[in-house]
């Protein structure tokens, strides 16, 4: 899913929340960047789905093969059990987020409706519902997933397994800043 396409979706589902049709543009800048920030997330979340099919298609094809020791195919199942419901649990979060998002344009839009327009200084403050994207613990460089399961920092070469990615991942999504640079 392209960024575009993961945004146009972010929209199509707060519309149906909101139950009508927002006009991106005459929304408030923090807004704006949360709808951005939401896209971003949910393409990441995709390509994290598709990165544990592709780890279980190759368990499928060549994992019995692979591993004659019964331990290590009961942990590899083990592995991609938990992947998806880790990832089911951070969809969750993602959707929850997402209706906070529309639940803030609503109540935007009813202040403005009424005339109850905030001034410019907290107009244009910072939505609590903007995710960062997904960064190196150890250099702060942004992290790309790989489609191989394992992501390397391009900047530090610090490697991170889909169990570590999807921490990461679910620590942007709450917000929670554990990840932070030290």
Do not use: W
């Amino acid at each position: 899913m392209i960024t575009s396409g993961a945004k146009a979706e972010v929209i199509n589902r707060i519309n149906s929340i909101c139950g009508f049709t927002i006009s991106e543009e005459k929304l408030p800048p923090s807004i704006r960047m949360a709808i951005t920030s939401l896209a971003n997330t949910l393409k990441e979340l995709e390509l994290t789905r598709q990165v544990i099919i592709i780890e279980e298609k190759e368990y499928m094809k060549k994992g019995r093969t692979l591993f004659r020791n019964k331990k290590d195919l009961e942990e590899l199942e083990k592995n991609l059990i938990t992947y998806k419901e880790k990832l089911n649990i951070l969809i969750n979060k993602f959707n929850e987020r997402l209706k906070e998002l529309s639940q803030e344009i609503i109540n935007d839009l009813t202040k403005k409706d009424y005339g109850n327009k905030l001034d410019e200084k907290n107009y244009a403050m910072e939505s609590k519902l903007i995710i960062e994207p997904i960064h190196c613990k150890k250099c702060g460089a942004q992290l790309k997933l790989s489609t191989t399961g394992i992501t390397k920092c391009e900047y530090c070469g610090t490697i991170y397994k889909i169990s570590e990615y999807l921490d990461l991942l679910s620590d942007i999504i709450e917000n929670d800043k554990k990840h932070k640079i030290l």
